[in-house]
């Protein structure tokens, strides 16, 4: 491929600067979570992290390299692959903590649950705009996207994840939304959704009923999720204005925080960095985000539009229900907090989708007159 | 392309752009009202709970349900006990509370400390143990200086309790604390380390039942790690109380005559195969593991050479001797070998090839009848019927009765035992079978080997006419407010198709074995209700394993082996009792089977019951001017 001067020029500096500052924030949090205590058993992965930083950036290279015009070409079988994968968990799938999530390759461990999510961004980006239209979609052309966000969502709550599956639904539902859909159809599929959640409730067997009312209420779980809730809203709240200082955070360090490194990231960052640091955190995210969408407005190709409004509402869905949890304000799942929580295959999706940002800021050019 | 920019442009994208930014921002404003909210308006309130880390969790343990005997006697409880734990992050300062702590358990300072340093870190307010259960008195000190220890705590721990100690300890089975491999199995998925499961008999196998399930509390504590406040609590689930087939005094009885000697009894009831007694000695306190063994106590119980860890009545495998005669009879009279009138010669012995086969009496039993051979315990007479059948015909009775697989008794470790059949022998040893060998197995001896649990389904087999019922030990399973939740019912294994003749012949012999003069069990009959058997003395010798019950330079006394059911005509219970080494089934195991069928059907105490209990009383003065027998009484 000929590499235009044009993409030189047109490079988008600006979220390049500020993934790369969530990146800087992501580091100094886990620095302090995973030096909880004297001889912690979890300091080996600061670098392991680190190594995944790097792989996510190469990730990001490879995204922006080619023509995003590319993986529209092979959205199905990009798509397809991660269903394989996903198939292959539930298969051959390690089992850790009571579920089936990673898979082993080699000397790591992948969670397809992750990348998966971009997949279905990708081919529902490509589906969407072909069909798109100022009256908005009709409910029959709605079936294809059920389908497509389907078959992961049901593969992902067999593991199960209910967190991850659940990001899914919300995301095919934020591009569908995005796009519009039929007025009448739109009206009927609410009406439908009110009714069946009754007629669902009275199929459920009573420990289901239990399990979905202690997700929605923490409190019905003291001894679990409604314990962990309130040390996460300790540590933040005794962070306060200007925060206890780094790695001076107790909560933290005494282990009263569960999945620190991952889920519960946000509170040690709160806790050490107060209220000063929590809010330059989120400042950064609702600048990558709106950055984001900006990308999409200036995109004229409409592929090129609603992947990065799919990208960007994957992002801003991750930010808002991780720190809407850790302060109490959202059920307990486990969805992780972009670019920040430990993990490859969280970060290198993560970055893989600022990549594909990037890629189509920089290549606006191409339907510009 | 064209196409799109003219049916919809980017002004209709740009338009639902708008609505886009409008939730993300507010969004995000819900975000930071919240941090504000929870940082800076609730910040100072916060800052105080997390410096004291006041929220804690607490467990509640579940109540293990209870064991009960038939007649819902309580057999194994939960006594309250105390444990000391100390958080070293309250315990401040640690060293002059420690040696406060120290001196009111009366112990060195440095054990305390190597105790705690031992023990494995989980977080730095988790209570660390200083000494479980105890006692009262240690305790009433601990709560007089409570104020002077702070970061000190104690837990009150319902504790297993067997009221009776020793008393069907096997079957009741002891706890220990969960190995790491029984933690990730999924059976015990809701246990954490430390906890204690059961481990053998009854507690193991009905684990699951009561175990129950854990609750908790969170709870507020004050700078000394003092409890202030309660702000949430899940109740504890209590295990479910198991009602047990067993009746008490039947068991008791059993296991006073069995002291002092090596060897295990087992009633069952022949019309529902439910188990009355199971007895096994020597014997062992399960209360001993409740809080631990130490090295001495665990090193004693498994080196002792009686192996008192051992369930006889079900692990140990014996050679039924003369009491397999009922199956070479009940085999003999249905494939037609033999008759009522069938007779043979007894010389005292018996030429089979170049070899003579000794008769027990040497002078011999002259012409022996069925009933009399059967009674009088014939070995001439049963060397032929024997001969005549065959190992396999031999091997298919004993099948049917039970013999030589597992009666299937929800217990771990039981023996099969084993019925040879001339295949089985190509297979094992891949030498064909021997016409002579059958002659030894046809009285029990050779390769044959049973279980006491075995011979006492047997004997109920023979009593009721040929039904063999499964075994069972539990009769209920209840919750706590009474729900059932588990009835026994009675499974029949094998129901015999028998000529009308064959069962009253038997029947009729094995009377005469207890109530004819001339009967081997004469000496342990009722006066007044009459009752039918069979003894059994098995030789030692020859048996490679055995030898553990030899004394120095004498030969190793026979097996002494008893069956019986009782009353004759349709029996309430069926009994088998081994001892080892105990010389003759008609001295040693009859008198023991005799009296547990006297306290089953409750006839008063007579000039035997005296005799037995003065034979006893001599057994066990003998024996303890020689050595300490029963393990585990020198606790507490």
């Given at each position: 491929?000929?590499?235009?001067?044009?993409?030189?020029?047109?490079?988008?500096?600006?979220?390049?600067?500020?993934?790369?500052?969530?990146?800087?924030?992501?580091?100094?949090?886990?620095?302090?979570?995973?030096?909880?205590?004297?001889?912690?058993?979890?300091?080996?992965?600061?670098?392991?992290?680190?190594?995944?930083?790097?792989?996510?950036?190469?990730?990001?290279?490879?995204?922006?390299?080619?023509?995003?015009?590319?993986?529209?070409?092979?959205?199905?079988?990009?798509?397809?692959?991660?269903?394989?994968?996903?198939?292959?968990?539930?298969?051959?799938?390690?089992?850790?903590?009571?579920?089936?999530?990673?898979?082993?390759?080699?000397?790591?461990?992948?969670?397809?649950?992750?990348?998966?999510?971009?997949?279905?961004?990708?081919?529902?980006?490509?589906?969407?705009?072909?069909?798109?239209?100022?009256?908005?979609?009709?409910?029959?052309?709605?079936?294809?996207?059920?389908?497509?966000?389907?078959?992961?969502?049901?593969?992902?709550?067999?593991?199960?994840?209910?967190?991850?599956?659940?990001?899914?639904?919300?995301?095919?539902?934020?591009?569908?939304?995005?796009?519009?859909?039929?007025?009448?159809?739109?009206?009927?599929?609410?009406?439908?959704?009110?009714?069946?959640?009754?007629?669902?409730?009275?199929?459920?067997?009573?420990?289901?009923?239990?399990?979905?009312?202690?997700?929605?209420?923490?409190?019905?779980?003291?001894?679990?999720?409604?314990?962990?809730?309130?040390?996460?809203?300790?540590?933040?709240?005794?962070?306060?204005?200007?925060?206890?200082?780094?790695?001076?955070?107790?909560?933290?360090?005494?282990?009263?925080?569960?999945?620190?490194?991952?889920?519960?990231?946000?509170?040690?960052?709160?806790?050490?960095?107060?209220?000063?640091?929590?809010?330059?955190?989120?400042?950064?995210?609702?600048?990558?985000?709106?950055?984001?969408?900006?990308?999409?407005?200036?995109?004229?190709?409409?592929?090129?539009?609603?992947?990065?409004?799919?990208?960007?509402?994957?992002?801003?869905?991750?930010?808002?229900?991780?720190?809407?949890?850790?302060?109490?304000?959202?059920?307990?799942?486990?969805?992780?907090?972009?670019?920040?929580?430990?993990?490859?295959?969280?970060?290198?999706?993560?970055?893989?989708?600022?990549?594909?940002?990037?890629?189509?800021?920089?290549?606006?050019?191409?339907?510009?007159? | 392309?064209?196409?799109?920019?003219?049916?919809?442009?980017?002004?209709?994208?740009?338009?639902?752009?708008?609505?886009?930014?409008?939730?993300?921002?507010?969004?995000?404003?819900?975000?930071?009202?919240?941090?504000?909210?929870?940082?800076?308006?609730?910040?100072?309130?916060?800052?105080?709970?997390?410096?004291?880390?006041?929220?804690?969790?607490?467990?509640?343990?579940?109540?293990?349900?209870?064991i009960l005997d038939s007649?819902?006697?309580?057999l194994?409880?939960?006594?309250?006990?105390?444990?000391?734990?100390?958080?070293?992050?309250?315990?401040?300062?640690?060293?002059?509370?420690?040696?406060?702590?120290?001196?009111?358990?009366?112990?060195?300072?440095?054990?305390?400390?190597?105790?705690?340093?031992?023990?494995?870190?989980?977080?730095?307010?988790?209570?660390?143990?200083?000494?479980?259960?105890?006692?009262?008195?240690?305790?009433?000190?601990?709560?007089?200086?409570?104020?002077?220890?702070?970061?000190?705590?104690?837990?009150?721990?319902?504790?297993?309790?067997?009221?009776?100690?020793?008393?069907a300890?096997?079957l009741l089975?002891?706890?220990?604390?969960?190995?790491?491999?029984?933690?990730?199995?999924?059976?015990?998925?809701?246990?954490?380390?430390?906890?204690?499961?059961?481990?053998?008999?009854m507690?193991?196998?009905?684990?699951?039942?009561?175990?129950?399930?854990?609750?908790?509390?969170?709870?507020?504590?004050?700078?000394?790690?003092?409890?202030?406040?309660?702000?949430?609590?899940?109740?504890?689930?209590?295990?479910?109380?198991i009602v047990l087939t067993i009746?008490?005094?039947?068991?008791?009885?059993?296991?006073?005559?069995?002291?002092?000697?090596?060897?295990?009894?087992?009633?069952?009831?022949?019309?529902?195969?439910r188990i009355?007694?199971?007895?096994?000695?020597?014997?062992?306190?399960?209360?001993?593991?409740?809080?631990?063994?130490?090295?001495?106590?665990?090193?004693?119980?498994?080196?002792?050479?009686?192996?008192?860890?051992?369930?006889?009545?079900?692990?140990?495998?014996?050679?039924?001797?003369?009491?397999?005669?009922?199956?070479?009879?009940?085999?003999?009279?249905?494939?037609?070998?033999?008759?009522?009138?069938?007779?043979?010669?007894?010389?005292?012995?018996?030429?089979?090839?170049?070899?003579?086969?000794?008769?027990?009496?040497?002078?011999?039993?002259?012409?022996?009848?069925?009933?009399?051979?059967?009674?009088?315990?014939?070995?001439?007479?049963?060397?032929?019927?024997?001969?005549?059948?065959?190992?396999?015909?031999?091997?298919?009775?004993?099948?049917?009765?039970?013999?030589?697989?597992?009666?299937?008794?929800?217990?771990?470790?039981?023996?099969?035992?084993?019925?040879?059949?001339?295949?089985?022998?190509?297979?094992?040893?891949?030498?064909?079978?021997?016409?002579?060998?059958?002659?030894?197995?046809?009285?029990?001896?050779?390769?044959?080997?049973?279980?006491?649990?075995?011979?006492?389904?047997?004997?109920?087999?023979?009593?009721?006419?040929?039904?063999?019922?499964?075994?069972?030990m539990v009769q209920e399973?209840?919750?706590?407010?009474?729900?059932?939740?588990?009835?026994?019912?009675?499974?029949?294994?094998?129901?015999?198709?028998?000529?009308?003749?064959?069962?009253?012949?038997?029947?009729?012999?094995?009377?005469?074995?207890?109530?004819?003069?001339?009967?081997?069990?004469?000496?342990?009959?009722?006066?007044?209700?009459?009752?039918?058997?069979?003894?059994?003395?098995?030789?030692?010798?020859?048996?490679?394993?055995?030898?553990?019950?030899?004394?120095?330079?004498?030969?190793?006394?026979?097996?002494?082996?008893?069956?019986?059911?009782?009353?004759?005509?349709?029996?309430?219970?069926?009994?088998?009792?081994?001892?080892?080494?105990?010389?003759?089934?008609?001295?040693?195991?009859?008198?023991?089977?005799?009296?547990?069928?006297?306290?089953?059907?409750?006839?008063?105490?007579?000039?035997?019951?005296?005799?037995?209990?003065?034979?006893?009383?001599?057994?066990?003065?003998?024996?303890?001017?020689?050595?300490?027998?029963?393990?585990?009484?020198?606790?507490?």
């Amino acid at each position: 491929m000929m590499i235009d001067r044009r993409l030189v020029e047109y490079f988008d500096w600006w979220m390049l600067f500020l993934t790369l500052m969530a990146c800087g924030i992501g580091l100094v949090a886990l620095y302090s979570a995973v030096h909880a205590g004297a001889d912690n058993p979890l300091s080996g992965l600061f670098v392991r992290q680190l190594v995944w930083y790097g792989a996510g950036l190469f990730a990001m290279v490879i995204a922006f390299l080619i023509s995003y015009k590319a993986y529209e070409r092979w959205a199905l079988l990009i798509y397809l692959v991660c269903i394989g994968m996903l198939v292959a968990v539930l298969l051959f799938g390690k089992y850790v903590g009571g579920s089936k999530r990673w898979l082993a390759l080699g000397p790591v461990s992948i969670q397809p649950s992750e990348m998966v999510k971009l997949a279905v961004i990708i081919l529902l980006s490509k589906y969407y705009a072909r069909i798109v239209k100022a009256e908005g979609i009709r409910l029959q052309e709605l079936i294809v996207p059920v389908i497509i966000t389907a078959i992961p969502f049901v593969l992902i709550v067999r593991q199960p994840d209910l967190g991850t599956s659940m990001l899914v639904a919300l995301v095919a539902a934020s591009i569908t939304m995005y796009v519009k859909i039929e007025r009448r159809t739109f009206i009927g599929l609410i009406v439908t959704g009110i009714l069946a959640v009754p007629l669902v409730w009275s199929v459920l067997k009573g420990y289901q009923k239990q399990r979905i009312l202690t997700f929605l209420d923490p409190e019905r779980d003291p001894l679990g999720a409604g314990y962990h809730i309130i040390q996460s809203k300790i540590a933040i709240g005794s962070g306060m204005l200007t925060g206890k200082g780094f790695l001076k955070g107790s909560q933290n360090t005494l282990d009263f925080l569960p999945e620190h490194h991952t889920d519960f990231i946000f509170s040690v960052l709160a806790e050490e960095w107060g209220f000063l640091g929590a809010i330059i955190m989120l400042l950064v995210f609702l600048l990558i985000i709106i950055w984001g969408l900006l990308i999409a407005q200036r995109c004229r190709d409409p592929f090129g539009t609603i992947l990065a409004v799919g990208v960007t509402a994957m992002i801003a869905w991750q930010v808002v229900i991780n720190t809407g949890m850790v302060m109490g304000l959202l059920p307990v799942v486990g969805v992780t907090l972009p670019l920040i929580s430990y993990g490859g295959s969280s970060v290198i999706t993560m970055l893989a989708g600022i990549g594909l940002l990037l890629n189509i800021s920089m290549r606006r050019f191409m339907f510009e007159k | 392309m064209r196409n799109y920019l003219e049916s919809i442009d980017s002004e209709w994208f740009n338009r639902r752009m708008v609505g886009v930014f409008v939730l993300v921002l507010i969004a995000f404003a819900v975000l930071v009202t919240r941090l504000l909210y929870l940082q800076v308006l609730e910040g100072k309130e916060f800052r105080r709970l997390s410096e004291i880390n006041s929220i804690r969790l607490q467990d509640i343990d579940a109540p293990r349900g209870l064991i009960l005997d038939s007649a819902n006697n309580i057999l194994v409880d939960n006594r309250p006990s105390f444990d000391l734990y100390i958080v070293l992050k309250d315990a401040k300062p640690v060293e002059k509370t420690l040696a406060k702590v120290a001196a009111l358990l009366d112990e060195p300072v440095d054990q305390l400390q190597a105790r705690l340093k031992g023990a494995k870190k989980q977080g730095a307010y988790a209570p660390l143990l200083i000494k479980a259960d105890i006692g009262r008195d240690t305790l009433a000190g601990i709560e007089v200086h409570k104020f002077e220890l702070p970061g000190v705590e104690v837990h009150v721990v319902p504790r297993r309790h067997y009221i009776f100690e020793a008393h069907a300890a096997h079957l009741l089975g002891y706890m220990g604390e969960i190995s790491q491999d029984e933690l990730l199995s999924s059976p015990y998925a809701d246990c954490k380390s430390g906890d204690s499961i059961g481990k053998f008999g009854m507690e193991k196998a009905y684990e699951g039942f009561l175990r129950g399930k854990r609750g908790g509390r969170q709870v507020e504590v004050n700078a000394n790690g003092q409890v202030v406040r309660i702000l949430n609590t899940v109740d504890a689930l209590p295990g479910q109380n198991i009602v047990l087939t067993i009746d008490h005094a039947v068991q008791s009885r059993a296991e006073e005559l069995l002291q002092g000697r090596v060897g295990a009894a087992v009633a069952i009831d022949p019309n529902s195969g439910r188990i009355l007694a199971m007895a096994s000695s020597p014997t062992f306190d399960p209360n001993m593991f409740v809080v631990g063994l130490t090295h001495d106590q665990w090193s004693g119980l498994v080196s002792n050479p009686y192996r008192p860890l051992e369930n006889k009545a079900i692990q140990a495998e014996y050679p039924p001797a003369s009491t397999y005669k009922i199956v070479t009879a009940l085999a003999g009279l249905e494939e037609g070998v033999i008759n009522a009138h069938t007779s043979y010669y007894c010389p005292g012995f018996y030429r089979f090839g170049n070899r003579s086969y000794r008769c027990w009496k040497k002078s011999g039993h002259g012409d022996v009848q069925f009933a009399k051979a059967l009674a009088q315990s014939c070995d001439v007479y049963f060397y032929q019927v024997g001969e005549a059948l065959g190992v396999d015909r031999l091997a298919k009775y004993a099948h049917q009765l039970g013999l030589g697989t597992a009666t299937g008794i929800n217990l771990d470790r039981e023996s099969k035992g084993l019925i040879p059949t001339a295949e089985w022998k190509l297979r094992r040893f891949g030498v064909p079978w021997q016409k002579g060998e059958t002659l030894s197995i046809a009285i029990g001896q050779g390769f044959d080997l049973v279980t006491p649990l075995q011979m006492a389904v047997f004997a109920a087999t023979i009593g009721n006419g040929g039904i063999r019922y499964k075994p069972y030990m539990v009769q209920e399973i209840r919750s706590i407010d009474d729900q059932i939740s588990f009835v026994a019912n009675p499974e029949v294994m094998t129901r015999m198709n028998l000529k009308p003749g064959t069962i009253p012949l038997v029947h009729e012999a094995l009377w005469e074995v207890v109530n004819d003069p001339r009967g081997t069990a004469y000496l342990s009959r009722f006066k007044d209700l009459a009752f039918s058997g069979k003894t059994g003395t098995a030789q030692v010798v020859g048996r490679p394993s055995e030898g553990d019950g030899k004394q120095e330079g004498a030969a190793p006394k026979d097996h002494a082996w008893f069956v019986c059911y009782a009353p004759s005509e349709n029996p309430k219970i069926a009994v088998a009792v081994i001892i080892e080494h105990g010389e003759h089934g008609s001295s040693a195991a009859a008198p023991v089977a005799r009296e547990m069928v006297r306290v089953y059907l409750n006839l008063p105490p007579d000039a035997v019951t005296e005799k037995i209990e003065k034979e006893k009383q001599e057994r066990l003065a003998s024996i303890e001017s020689a050595a300490p027998e029963t393990v585990g009484d020198e606790e507490e």
